[in-house]
């Protein structure tokens, strides 16, 4: 046994995905202002060039901030190079490219099926797990042969499939799942706060809520600050936003439609079912009934939120290439600011430097007694040494199990399909998809046509 | 203890709703056919004279048929009175009248939803639930201060809601809910197996089948003949329906669509979900996403079945009055046949004259692993000496769990909101339900005019 | 698909232990009187010449009763060849020869260890388990590779732990585990009723109890004669045996103590616990802390019941040996009679020949909801076509969880430490049994002891 | 809602046993030490004049301590009147007096059952039991009626039995039982580590256990020191002692055998269970069959730890009665130091001050997957803002779950019993209890002395 000092000075984090422009610099960041630990960071990518980079990129970071946590970063040309005495292995990944996702979005729009995101559930969720699933089995494998006392932090969606598949593969693994999707969601209950209250300052670090659910279409059924009780302020707001109608929400200020939204489907869901959403509304509207949100484009505006198009993340990208090759010619550097995310935190708790509680993606243990064993769900959890252990969520309520449940048994489907390269069965859960309105045979026509144009990403299917 | 002899002689059976002009008469042939037991059977009906009618009616078979059991009929004029000294209490009650029947199934129609049967689920099926219940709370009461020993038989629909408040309301009730749909199905798989193999002579009594889910959404994951499995054959048999179109289903013979159908929703299930659904086509559609076979009456008749009107019920009801008036007068006697329901076998089996596996509707104690304790649910059951046991069914599969776990979600809703007499409860059901396809505000509206026809059994609502 | 007649026509039955000088016989005369069913029997054994004698003793019945049902017999030399085309599979065995047995048994009395029947629970059953698993791991391969769809009956003890290791290494096996303990104990019901209320004639196929537990620890909650509660006779019965003391019950008639009993330890743990023990005294004090019954043999005897020498098992295998031989040299021949077993009535109900209801060990899919799922536990079932189904049994009581859920875990734990052929997890169940009083250093001495004096039925564990 | 800075300023705390020569005093100092909060403290005592004694010490201290936080205390006459507006609920009370206490663990002394606490199982534990109950009935009921909100934190023995009375009594109460024995295994562990390993200074808040179990018999699967895991270092640390017998034990340390033990019994629980035991050897062995530690003084002595007598109660009580005194007479003061319980850094957490990880007693609502729902365990459990939710701790590994599920079954039953008043049921569970060797009738003769001797705190049973 080391003690605590030696061990948190020599941390290995292996990134899969590493090449990314974005993730990766946010990662960056957080380790850099993590006072307690340093150690190698190893990026592997299937774009070596592009670990490569992102590995110089954050070389450069102690060198500017000699101030700050060192972290020698260093690009690997084979996953299990990168696995090699890993104490953590961060998964953020793109599963195939754009042009698969546009494939995923836009390619049911020609039978009038809209989508929103298109990557966690829906036609292009479907397919996306479909080619994700591999991928994870084959991290899942390499995982248990090289550092199988690892743990897994991943990233990538769809979310609860991924982490599905790999417990599925290796079920000793110690993964979890991280996402910011409820973070937004507490944020807006400090902003609620405030404006029934006038009370201010409160940020979602000062509130507690239960987190019950899956990702991208979880739910807070309890929210406290203080003793006090948060739902019946929650209530008032969204009664008042009813009545003053759109022009009111508005008043929240203006948002960027195509990322953000004005929250008028996560309230609708509150008026529906009494319990909270929490996940942008671009998520939530992509899993309950395709009437109620998504029925067409101008049901979407008319619901403040939008659709994003392939295109605008192609855009996107450029943006993010461009910003890589000013970082490595030095015509810009990266601002060290805190990301957000909670990984690098949860790292720190985990290596013994203080307990922390936030909500992750975790196999079903009971958490929540009526959803099934196994199956990935979304709840707090506790971060402690060595230990992250769910904290019961309670059974989910009738009205929010009828809307999530039918979701947790697609998703098995789809993991069990993927992990048996079996279409028959994966068109069984394109079928029963909420924004499955097609009779059989034009779904069928739409799944062979979205199977074939990402065949490239989908080794050993019978296609 | 009284032997055998004895207690089979004096059989006391209730029967609430006894004034019928249906199923009092079929309960009545299936006592005279059954040799081993006889007694007397009071009745009770909210119309007294129909009782008083069904009464005579019922002491004329002996009369004829003295060679057959005996059993004296007699109308009383209190519940209470009606239950005095039971062994067995029959439930088969219209919750209203055709006038709140016809507000149920047709008013929707304003807005675009169309009912096949309106009795279980959807917006007919809730508001129905609504004033059934209290009437249910009335019924379970009674039998708790009166005869909390009798073996309670339930017929009444909504069959799943109407045993859940039995049980709510008096928890040590010995109740089951009988209802004959699964054993059409069975009868169908009969039928496939003769198509496909040339066996003749087969008949539900010889196959086995594993019954799991929910009343009129029911479904068998196993079936055998013997030793060989019945499921290879109907899919056999439903692939080859598939390539033949409608003409070939046809073939089975004319039926008539306004209460049987062409088993083409059953197959197409099947198709969906690899497990064989088992009720009738005009039920299994009301319980699906509503585009999947009820979008509108076009969509309904190509999928072979018909949506029943009430104008039908009324027009059926006149001839069944004729009947009576006719059995009354002597112009006709009653055929003593066996009715095809298996309630008095169940009586006979439950007072120890041989053993009886059957499918019932009971309290998931656990029969059902994956939807929740407590929820009444549909599966085989034993019955044998003062006994109903329900049999493993084991979990639903993926694609039928996400089916009906909603569906169970809604029901329990319905029930809290009913024992409650909360109507916001009750809309927050009635918007999720699969055949609401409705905004917010037409929702609302369609729902208060429903409650609003129906008021005058809506005892205690704030309306 | 044959058509049944067919079917029952060649049944093809696996009996492993063919050539035992008892269980044998008794299935051969049981097969003759199955009138509905015929076929082959392979006997496998791996004294072969016994299994050679067998096969021309079941031979002759035929040819001496034309008028039954005809049985072919045939030795063979392998499992595999025995196994081959099975339809059913019948276990029996010997888990080593009473030499391993006599140490089992009587090693503990050393050390003041004294055993009624050391073949389940105990320091002998721990012992015995550990040699039988590792057969049971053989037989269950085999089964796996040749014939997967047959069903496997076994009736060789540890009962528990030989169900659970077919299911653990071949989890899709269709075996179950058969014990006739619990029908001497609804005989025992039938005299109490006798005795209670005179009523004469009634057998244990009249009533019907709610059987649940774990095998030779099993218990009745509730039973019923009609709709009459035998609960309360029982009751009024065991309190009149507590006045009248020993010579009352002994007016039940004289017992041979070395296998029957007074069934006062029954009888006491109904006082303790209100519910109904259903297995032989025997077998039920060997669960039960080592001072209620079984501290010394004084004990013993004072509670009505004997411990079983193997010497006696020796004279009496002796015996049976002698009536082989005339029955080979045709001295003798073999009486045709029931033999009260219901094996091949439940054979016969697989088929498709009559629905059965009877108690058997099967794992736990929830039938027990407060014990382990997985675990082998004993309750009613349904026999069907292909079927065999627990019943929901529901949660033991407390006052019988108390007792049976720590002897669940002790034979999970056994199991366990067998399939790894672990020793130290062997030697933890050993010293938690409720019959080991000895501190650690000399229960490590016993337990030592009887490994090695068992070593060669041992294969690959460390001695 | 009240901003923060308000509410942490009027906190309101009702002491139920706030006549006590002890806790009372340890939260009057934690209460003082914690900065952010102030406020005041009803004590109510059926000792009227105690609960005055120390509402005049309490108020002592902000007079002599004024930079400390500020409380102001005051005895109350009614329990009602000190539940008034409470925030909080602190129940510790003495169930009786010494006098009933020395029946409880000397009475048995005279049918040879030595008893080393006697306030949780055991004879004296279920007799204990049976006069606690009636008192938390009126408890609850009062919470239920006057404070309904409040968080109540219960100290009081048998812990399980009381907690679980409250929410049988009160099924929405917010309660916890809160309880210091796994701290001291905590610090053990340190211990451990310390001396396997040389690195110092570690506190049990720098590592991580996994709770699991029940009140005085909890037990830890997992400890972790940053990621290094503890479980080897404790195997090895036990193997040392084993070899080293109790002479190296010794080197821990001179201890007062009364109350402290040489930590004997807990590490030969890990050697039979390969689990840590997490409570006191004096708690540990009353729950283990009698005759592994129990059986006589001598065998207590042998496995070095102490039998309490109730004398030595008696005479702390008078040297704590003189410091009481000589608090109010000013001749000593009270020295305000951290008590080392966690109650009122469990307060803070739940008025949202910051979160806090720690163990208490819970309803099972499924954190302990094979223990029964509703019983009340011992887990980790989550304090944040209004909020106390358990940490998943998982299924008891079948070594333990055979010691510890049958003490929850025996604490229902005497639950079930207390709350009936029935005092045959809580024979039943006297008769079952590990620490009871005798036969039913000197059992019941023990029995009936037992509860001869307390009829006084016995109210509504038939004795």
Same mark, same amino acid.
């Given at each position: ?72 970063? +260093? #690009? ?10 890993? =104490? &953590?292995?961060?998964?953020? /990944?793109?599963?195939? !490219? ?75 693994? +110690? #993964? ?10 507490? =944020? &807006?209950?400090?902003?609620? /706060?405030?404006?029934? !209250? ?266």
């Amino acid at each position: 046994m080391q003690s605590r000092e030696n061990k948190t000075k020599n941390v290995k984090i292996a990134y899969i995905g590493g090449g990314s422009r974005g993730w990766a610099w946010a990662l960056m960041k957080d380790l850099a202002l993590a006072k307690s630990i340093s150690g190698e960071v190893s990026l592997y990518d299937i774009d070596y060039e592009a670990a490569q980079n992102n590995a110089y990129i954050g070389n450069l970071i102690y060198k500017q901030n000699p101030e700050m946590s060192k972290w020698e970063y +260093k #690009a690997e040309k084979t996953l299990e190079q990168a696995l090699t005495g890993a =104490d &953590f292995v961060v998964i953020s /990944i793109l599963p195939g !490219t754009f042009k698969e996702m546009e494939s995923d979005v836009h390619t049911p729009e020609k039978y009038g099926i809209y989508q929103s995101v298109g990557d966690t559930v829906g036609p292009g969720g479907i397919i996306r797990a479909l080619r994700t699933v591999p991928m994870f089995e084959t991290i899942a494998k390499a995982i248990r042969d090289v550092c199988p006392d690892a743990w897994v932090i991943n990233y990538t969606n769809p979310m609860t499939i991924c982490v599905r598949t790999l417990y599925r593969v290796f079920p000793q693994i +110690k #993964a979890f799942g991280c996402c910011h999707e409820v973070f937004s969601t507490q =944020d &807006f209950l400090c902003y609620v /706060i405030e404006k029934q !209250t006038g009370i201010q300052g409160i940020t979602r670090k000062d509130i507690t809520t239960n987190v019950m659910g899956i990702n991208h279409f979880t739910w807070l059924d309890k929210a406290y600050y203080g003793t006090a009780d948060i739902m019946p302020l929650y209530r008032e707001f969204v009664e008042n936003q009813q009545l003053g109608g759109i022009e009111d929400i508005r008043s929240i200020g203006p948002r960027d439609l195509v990322f953000e939204s004005m929250d008028m489907v996560k309230m609708d869901l509150f008026r529906r079912t009494g319990v909270i959403a929490a996940a942008g509304d671009r998520h939530l509207a992509e899993f309950t009934p395709i009437n109620w949100y998504m029925r067409d484009p101008e049901q979407v505006t008319s619901w403040g939120y939008g659709l994003t198009p392939v295109s605008w993340r192609f855009k996107n990208l450029e943006e993010r290439m461009e910003t890589s090759r000013k970082l490595l010619s030095g015509e810009e550097t990266l601002q060290i600011s805190p990301s957000g995310e909670e990984g690098v935190n949860q790292m720190c708790a985990i290596l013994g430097l203080g307990d922390m509680l936030t909500n992750v993606n975790l196999p079903n243990q009971g958490q929540i007694p009526n959803l099934p064993l196994g199956a990935v769900v979304e709840t707090n959890a506790v971060f402690s040494n060595n230990t992250v252990q769910p904290v019961m969520a309670g059974a989910l309520p009738d009205s929010i199990y009828a809307l999530v449940a039918p979701v947790v048994a697609e998703q098995e489907m789809i993991v069990e399909a993927a992990l048996n390269r079996d279409l028959e069965l994966a068109f069984e859960a394109f079928m029963r998809d909420a924004h499955m309105p097609l009779p059989m045979k034009e779904a069928r026509e739409l799944f062979d046509t979205m199977v074939a144009n990402t065949k490239e990403y989908l080794p050993g299917y019978k296609i």
